[in-house]
């Protein structure tokens, strides 16, 4: 197994993040985060890691070295944007819309994207703050999740898809919101990775 120290320095070099930035992200100090990087600081609390982990997108587990860090070759960069820009990068995937990166195991397209859900219409199986790995190149199958456009909306819907034949129903976990029933929905991408709020 390996340390804190250890995984956050291979964490800070494949982000390529300054430990002043990592501290300005995080809201933890310069000092704490220094001790921690050069192995001063062995056993922080809780709170200390829970906003590094956060960042990293790795659970403290991970962080702490209890859990193994995926190895650095399987490590896919996905780019984190904003709910409202979803229907911009479906186009043209322009840089200025990026506000982060995440990184997982799973082989995903160019065009994939990361997005958090601000919503409770998901809950309690998508928690508000949710991570959403999606994968715009797959066709979802039955009771997966996805993100679609249905045109009148401002916004894309965060919604899972049930197949029925040619019929298309779109729906929340929330009781208070109907389904949809449609027939030709602008799918913008498929669900294939969730990551919830420690």
């Given at each position: 197994m390996t340390t804190l120290s250890e995984n956050l320095k291979i964490l800070i070099e494949k982000q390529k993040i300054r430990m002043a930035d990592l501290s300005r992200?995080?809201?933890?100090?310069?000092?704490?985060?220094?001790?921690?990087v050069h192995g001063i600081s062995t056993n922080p609390n809780v709170d200390t890691l829970?906003?590094?982990?956060?960042?990293?997108?790795?659970?403290?587990?991970?962080?702490?070295?209890?859990?193994?860090?995926?190895e650095k070759n399987s490590h896919h960069r996905v780019a984190t944007i904003a709910w409202e820009h979803i229907l911009e990068w479906q186009k043209?995937?322009?840089?200025?819309q990026i506000i982060?990166?995440?990184?997982?195991?799973?082989?995903?397209?160019?065009?994939a994207f990361?997005?958090?859900?601000?919503?409770?219409?998901?809950?309690?199986?998508?928690?508000?703050?949710?991570?959403?790995?999606?994968?715009?190149?797959?066709?979802?199958?039955?009771?997966?999740?996805?993100?679609?456009n249905l045109g009148q909306q401002q916004k894309p819907l965060f919604k899972q898809v049930l197949l029925d034949g040619d019929s298309v129903?779109?729906?929340s976990h929330h009781p208070d919101i109907q389904?949809?029933?449609?027939?030709?929905?602008?799918?913008?991408?498929?669900?294939?990775?969730?990551?919830?709020?420690l």
């Open positions: 992200k995080t809201g933890i100090s310069p000092p704490v985060i220094n001790r921690l829970r906003p590094i982990a956060r960042h990293f997108d790795i659970s403290i587990s991970q962080l702490i070295g209890d859990a193994k860090l995926s043209n995937q322009a840089q200025q982060n990166h995440v990184y997982t195991d799973r082989p995903l397209p160019n065009n990361a997005v958090h859900f601000n919503e409770h219409s998901m809950e309690p199986v998508f928690t508000k703050g949710s991570l959403l790995i999606v994968n715009p190149n797959i066709k979802p199958q039955d009771r997966e999740y996805i993100i679609v129903y779109l729906k389904v949809i029933s449609t027939n030709n929905p602008n799918i913008i991408g498929v669900v294939t990775e969730t990551r919830f709020l």
